[in-house]
């Protein structure tokens, strides 16, 4: 892919690239890279990141969330925008962290203001870079689930779909109950296991029943929950990140043995 | 009646083993979604209509008093006599009154949550006063002795096949065959004498018009109506939030309930109650009684005001996946699905309930189609920090989360444990996945885990450089 990043007028671009990205899929941070170095952003990857904090917070712990936060913002805050592969982890900062500081002034004006200039990967491609993938080639075809923090907090529906529509050969085939909660609920899925696995069998079996050969969407955690339940299942159904088809990085589906962040294990 | 008992998982756990269950939700919520969707197309103000009926609502809540007063002079004008409950026992201690006050054996009622809510069922039973359901689905549910486990449709827990068999089981004319037509049929005829028979009926109401002093139930089947023209005597229970300032604003709320309840553009019955029997009136009972209700409720107003806008459609119930899987007896209380994990705390206490308002994605579906635009996933996280500032949540929990935030506001010694993490983690797997993990198996009872890389994306970064 054509690198136009470093010209003069780049915007600068600190990717958050989410606690599961870093340590479960890799991958996808390339990806995420990747594609907004082909979009014309000069992409900066801090190292002092870590997580949104939305385990905390939506266990209610607000005053154990707080540092997180107020991490995140010093860190991304001299960025022109920040970009996450994850509408849950965007809507966390650009939703929730004013919500967090509804009483500190000062903090909540600095949560505002990171707040307006954070994104969701996809939709930062389209609809502030209005990038489409140029040469992207996927025979397969795919269906994809429309992960619900993305959709409802950002309005992330139509941008995936237009991204995926220029990726030659990919066929998208249409999920019913692609607007329907997978069940992932981050600590929910673990706190009530067997409610969480009750509405991922469903997901699972609608996702089967597309017979696509690949399921997509933006959110790791959903990404995870569902791939694991099929995989349990004995589906052949593979899951990736939208990001990585885009990018031409969807070499290893999640759950197979993958290239690891250096290559180790790529036969 | 028997109310659910045992702890939540208890009950969840009950409910993941009725394969029927699953079942008999997906037939009824199913319908509800797609009737709803296609009449939420076919109002291309609907956006509009929505934010109106907030608008009304917010404005009634904001002026609750003033609405109340005045709701309470025009009706006390009609001739009804209006009653105030600070709380459910005040609510049935007045109830059974009137009905001792007027010797009543029967009282006939038609569904309304509200009495679910403040006990009613129960308080008439200690009175030895008999009871008659007279909703079709109410009617289910006291032939089978449960409670309802949704706020539309109390028996959505049971499917038709299920409904046939206690039907067989109870009725005095059996139904002559297992289809809707005959069992309806074998319905009716079983509650026809006790519609003519009863002392007094009880009903809920959907709206307090203030501005006329009358009240508004909208139904499908016409008991409402059966229940509350023939007795001597009619009893309204109604919570204060179902004021309304005017007959207009309960009729355009009226559009938006019965769309996101049902799909249709109307109930087949629309009634406004207005005091009793006039001279000359045909029919009308003798004594109008309306028993508004608190329980909670003003405190709702400083605490929780946009909850008090809500309708009752059962919307957000349908389109929970929670609520869809486990059904409204696991949620344990009067009301289930989102809107009942916001009120139930309020009613029975956060220490007892906790669990409703944790058990939830925050997906935001049900805010999505609620028709009055409530916050739900906002003020279920709301109780989250209620109960973790209470201590209610459990210390396992609490260690947990304190633990990983410590960490997480750390960069440095979380990326030095992550380094020790991942690669132990990898020790679990088999082939590209993990299918048991120790400290994991709320994930891994349900799914496999993918297995992590060696290194983690900010390692790498790290080791090469930035890109």
């Known amino acids: 892919m054509p690198e136009r990043g470093n010209a003069p007028n780049s915007p600068r671009v600190g990717l958050f690239v989410t606690c599961l990205v870093d340590s479960m899929r890799p991958n996808v941070g390339f990806a995420a890279v990747a594609l907004l170095k082909s979009a014309g952003c000069k992409v900066e990857i801090p190292l002092a990141q870590t997580c949104c904090g939305q385990p905390a917070f939506n266990s209610g712990a607000d005053e154990a969330t707080k540092p997180i936060a107020r991490q995140v913002i010093e860190t991304f805050e001299p960025f022109d925008y920040l970009v996450a592969p994850s509408g849950s982890c965007a809507g966390m900062i ?8 509804a009483d500190d002034p000062i903090w909540l004006d600095r949560a505002k203001r990171l707040a307006a200039k954070t994104h969701e990967l996809l939709s930062f491609l389209v609809d502030v870079r209005g990038f489409r993938p140029q040469n992207v080639a996927c025979k397969a075809s795919a269906t994809y689930h429309d992960s619900c923090s993305g959709l409802r907090e950002l309005g992330v529906k139509a941008q995936p779909r237009a991204l995926l529509s220029s990726v030659k050969g990919l066929e998208l085939r249409p999920l019913e109950g692609d607007e329907t909660c997978c069940g992932f609920g981050g600590t929910f899925c673990v706190k009530y296991s067997d409610i969480s696995n009750a509405i991922v069998g469903e997901k699972a079996q609608n996702v089967v029943a597309t017979g696509a050969d690949l399921l997509l969407g933006g959110d790791l955690g959903c990404l995870m929950n569902m791939a694991g339940k099929l995989s349990r299942e004995g589906a052949k159904t593979r899951v990736f990140h939208t990001a990585e088809i ?4 969807s070499a290893y589906a999640i759950g197979e043995e993958s290239t690891g962040a250096a290559g180790k294990e790529a036969k | ?4 008992s045992g702890t939540f998982q208890e009950r969840v756990d009950k409910a993941l083993g009725n394969a029927q269950l699953k079942v008999a ?14 009449a939420v197309e076919a109002w291309p103000d609907f956006v509009a209509a929505r934010a109106a009926a907030a608008a009304i609502k917010d404005h009634s809540i904001a002026h609750m008093a003033y609405y109340l007063e005045m709701f309470e002079r025009n009706a006390l004008a009609s001739g009804a006599q209006v009653h105030w409950a600070r709380d459910p026992d005040e609510a049935c201690k007045i109830v059974v009154d009137i009905c001792k006050a007027a010797n009543a054996r029967t009282v006939t009622r038609s569904k309304s949550m509200l009495g679910e809510e403040i006990g009613l069922p129960h308080a008439l039973a200690g009175a030895g006063i008999r009871r008659v ?5 109410e009617h289910i549910i006291q032939l089978a002795g449960e409670t309802p486990s949704h706020i539309i449709w109390p028996a959505a827990h049971r499917t038709r096949e299920d409904v046939a068999k206690l039907f067989d089981e109870h009725h005095r004319e059996k139904p002559t065959a297992h289809d809707v037509v005959s069992m309806v049929g074998s319905a009716r005829k079983e509650l026809r004498e006790d519609f003519f028979a009863a002392d007094v009926g009880i009903s809920g109401a959907n709206f307090l018009c203030a501005d006329t002093g009358a009240i508004c139930t909208i139904t499908n089947e016409g008991n409402a109506e059966l229940t509350t023209t023939p007795p001597r005597v009619h009893i309204v229970t109604a919570g204060i939030e179902k004021i309304v300032a005017s007959t207009e604003h309960a009729l355009q709320l009226t559009r938006l309930l019965v769309r996101s309840a049902t799909g249709a553009d109307l109930t087949q019955y629309t009634t406004f109650h207005c005091g009793p029997k006039r001279p000359g009136d045909l029919d009308g009972p003798d004594q109008f009684h309306i028993v508004l209700v608190d329980h909670g409720r003003t405190e709702m107003l400083t605490e929780m005001p946009e909850m008090l806008r809500c309708l009752r459609c059962g919307a957000c119930l349908n389109h929970c996946v929670v609520y869809r899987a486990i059904g409204g007896h696991a949620y344990g209380g009067a009301y289930p699905g989102p809107m009942g994990s916001v009120l139930t705390p309020v009613f029975d206490g956060l220490e007892q309930t906790r669990d409703l308002p944790n058990a939830c994605t925050l997906n935001g579906q049900c805010r999505q189609v609620c028709p009055v635009d409530i916050p739900l996933p906002t003020m279920l996280r709301h109780w989250r920090e209620q109960s973790w500032r209470a201590g209610y949540e459990p210390k396992t929990l609490r260690a947990a989360i304190r ?6 506001a750390r960069p440095r010694l979380y990326q030095l444990a992550q380094a020790v993490a991942l690669p132990a983690m990898r020790l679990f797997a088999k082939g590209g996945w993990i299918s048991s993990l120790p400290l994991a198996s709320g994930w891994t009872a349900a799914r496999d885990l993918p297995k992590p890389p060696g290194e983690s994306f900010l390692t790498s970064i790290r080791k090469g450089g930035t890109p």
């Open chain 2, 1 to 4: 009646m028997s109310a659910p």
């Open chain 1, 246 to 249: 885009l990018a031409g990085m």
């Open chain 2, 25 to 38: 939700l997906e037939r009824t919520t199913g319908n509800a979604r797609r009737k709803r969707a296609a």
């Open chain 1, 94 to 101: 650009k939703a929730h962290y004013p919500e967090l500081f």
């Open chain 2, 403 to 408: 633990l990983w935030a410590f960490f997480a």
């Open chain 2, 133 to 137: 359901e007279t909703d079709l689905a």
